[in-house]
Structure formats: structure tokens, C-alpha cells
């Protein structure tokens, strides 16, 4: 069993549970596929599990790092955003209603998603690697976020929190209407759901 799975924390964790999308963060294990490192790159990218009839070997010496995910909430509450290369029409997408989301930077549509991605890594962990979170009103967040309450992750969907774990979505809780909750999903992502991207969430049991 190899340790090539995210939670919504960020963590990259070991279970037997499959995921539904791949991620890369740059080559992170040794040539035994141990993790060394929590990153490489600030570019951390979800991309589908088959394009092109490409054949890989998961964690073959001196490649990317394949790591897999619940589904695409889960990626982007990680930090993570889609490839352009395997995801085109989704990255275009992403970066458009990034943008309208974020007005705040001064962007302008031909920026370079470098920029997007320097950001994106400020809000994914601080200087100590550790996760980044922020306060909000529960009624204020757009569908697909995430939240942390005592330590598990909860995804925001149709009014009702789905309980994350790696095999699937279990307890669902709705809380009164006003609470403020601490968000695991990074502010701009969150602001891009705002603006009208819509992750994949689920499947729920």
C-alpha cells in the first residue's frame, strides 16, 4: 500500500481506498516510494486518471509523485487546480471564473497562471507547512467547500455536511444557520465557486 492519497487537509495519506482524480506536486518520494517531502512545485495540479492511452508506473524513480484523490472537492480544498493539459476546457474555466472571482489582485485574462499559482501556495500552507485555514459564516459558502469540525473534514453540499473519509462520504449534519465555521478549502478557490465554478463532489453513500 503506498502513501499517494490526499485528504482535504492537505495530508498525503496511506489507505486502500481508490480516488477518482490524480494530482502532482513534482516528484516527492525516493526511488523506494517513501514521501520525502510534502511538495515540490507550487503549481499542484488535478488531472483525470486516463488520457491518451498513457501507461504509468505510480512512484517510478526520479518521475512526479501520482497522487489520487476522493474527488475533485477534495482536490481543491488540498489546494490543488486543474491540469491544462489533460484538463483544458476545466483549467480554462478555472482561470476565467478565478479571475471574476478575484478581482481583488488586478489581473488582467492574459495573466500567467503563475501568478494564480504563487497565490495559490500563500494560502495552501504557511511558512512552517502548515495548513492554512480562515473563519466564515456557514450560509456565506458556495457548495463544494470544506470545513473542519473537531479535526474531520466536512464537505458543504445542498445545504447538508457530508463527513469526508477515504472510502466515501458517511455522517451527514446540517448546522443552524449563522455559525461560523473554519474553512479548509483556500479563500480564492472558494471565491471561484462563488463566481460559478462547480466542483465535482461525491458520490455520497
Known amino acids: 500500500m503506498l502513501q499517494n492519497r490526499v485528504t482535504p487537509f492537505g495530508e498525503i495519506i496511506k489507505t486502500a481506498a481508490r480516488g477518482s482524480w490524480m494530482g502532482n506536486r513534482g516528484q516527492l518520494h525516493k526511488d523506494d516510494q517513501q514521501i520525502v517531502r510534502p511538495f515540490k512545485l ?62 481583488g489582485y488586478g489581473f488582467m485574462d492574459n495573466v500567467s497562471i503563475q501568478k494564480i499559482d504563487e497565490i495559490l501556495h500563500r494560502e495552501r500552507i504557511d511558512p512552517n507547512g502548515k495548513k492554512i485555514v480562515y473563519e466564515d459564516v456557514l450560509d456565506t459558502l458556495p457548495d463544494g467547500c470544506f470545513i473542519a469540525i473537531d479535526q474531520d473534514a466536512y464537505v458543504l453540499y445542498q445545504g447538508v455536511l457530508h463527513l469526508w473519509t477515504p472510502e466515501g462520504y458517511t455522517k451527514n449534519i446540517i448546522l443552524p444557520p449563522g455559525k461560523t465555521v473554519t474553512v479548509l478549502t483556500p479563500r480564492s478557490i472558494v471565491n471561484t465557486f462563488i463566481a460559478g465554478y462547480l466542483p465535482e463532489v461525491g458520490p455520497f453513500i
Not at 505510480?58 to 480544498?77: C, G, I, K, S
Open 42 to 103: 507550487k503549481a499542484w495540479l488535478t488531472c483525470l486518471l486516463a488520457f491518451n492511452g498513457r501507461q504509468r508506473q505510480v512512484m517510478a524513480p526520479h518521475r512526479y509523485t501520482e497522487l489520487f484523490f476522493r474527488d475533485e472537492a477534495t482536490a481543491f480544498a488540498s489546494g490543488h487546480r486543474p491540469c491544462f493539459e489533460c484538463r483544458r476546457q476545466d483549467y480554462q474555466r478555472f482561470k476565467a471564473l478565478w479571475l471574476k472571482g478575484n478581482p
